[in-house]
């Protein structure tokens, strides 16, 4: 058995040389004191652990975190990339609409300026609200206007052309001139 004696105690030298207490101890452990101190280290051993373990998942945690943050920043800039690729896409199909329109405009246009007659009628104004086309103008007879009306419904892509509001009107008292107002329906 081992006895410890923390109080320790001295003992004389029998030496002549320089007398020098010693120190001893009484090392002794009962079998109580063996659980004590298995207990103390076991608990030491499991609190170093424990501080490990929470030192490497909070190394851990501190990680992910900047790892969500930058995923976060990286959605945003990927959401902001698809509304913008969204409005391209909105503008190209309205801008691919418009020249496959611009054609039947173009065609309507060259038309209409192609069977006018060419004795004494002229446009003053045009306009296009979706399918309807105004056509304002002045003539010397009722009879260029009546052709150029005939002409415009022989057109392919026109379906009614008619007067509007008061229809032929008489512009002069002394002359032969005429302002006429059509609106011409289109097709589609």
């Known amino acids: 058995m081992i006895e410890i004696s923390l109080l320790g105690t001295t003992k004389k030298s029998k030496s002549k040389i320089g007398k020098m207490p010693s120190v001893s101890f009484n090392l002794s452990f009962g079998t109580p004191n063996i659980f004590i101190l298995s207990f103390v280290v ?39 990339i698809k509304r913008q690729l969204k409005q391209i896409n909105i503008k190209i199909s309205t801008i ?18 192609n069977v006018m007659p060419t004795d004494g009628i002229w446009l003053t104004r045009f306009e296009k609200k979706g399918n309807t086309l105004t056509i304002e103008g002045k003539s010397f007879s009722t009879e260029a206007v009546a052709a150029y009306m005939t002409n415009l419904e022989n057109i392919k892509g026109v379906q009614k052309v008619r007067f509007r509001g008061k229809g032929l009107v008489r512009m002069s008292k002394y002359r032969n001139l005429y302002g006429f107002d059509l609106i011409v329906t289109l097709k589609g």
């Open 42 to 80: 076991i608990f030491v051993v499991e609190v170093v652990g424990i501080s490990l373990m929470t030192l490497k998942m909070n190394n851990e945690i501190e990680l992910l975190t900047q790892k969500r943050n930058k995923l976060r920043s990286i959605e945003k800039k990927v959401k902001t």
């Open 96 to 113: 691919k609409r418009l020249s496959q329109n611009r054609g039947r405009a173009y065609k309507i246009l060259e038309e209409i300026a």
